[in-house]
């Protein structure tokens, strides 16, 4: 991934936690969302839309990728975190 790419993803996922509820941004460690906001794109295009599911909006994939690593991390279970895992191995 490119630094402007990456940029571009911090950009995304800014704008996507915004719309989260707020304990699922809490669960976050504030050292993860200051990297966020400090490193992202100052100029991307990206609008959250609220009418669409999470992972049905128009993002990079490599936000998607980052969604699902904070998903791994931080928002699920271990029973979660395991299916998904096994699932992302399945699917290669």
Do not use: C
Not at 17 to 25: Q, S
């Amino acid at each position: 991934m490119t630094e402007e790419e990456y940029k571009k993803t911090l950009y995304e996922i800014s704008e996507i936690l915004k719309n989260l509820e707020k304990n699922l941004t809490e669960k976050i460690p504030k050292k993860v969302r200051q990297e966020i906001e400090h490193n992202k794109a100052k100029n991307h295009e990206f609008q959250y839309d609220a009418s669409k599911s999470l992972y049905n909006q128009n993002m990079l994939e490599t936000t998607k990728k980052y969604l699902t690593m904070l998903y791994l991390r931080f928002w699920s279970t271990p029973e979660e975190k395991k299916q998904t895992l096994k699932a992302m191995h399945q699917n290669g």
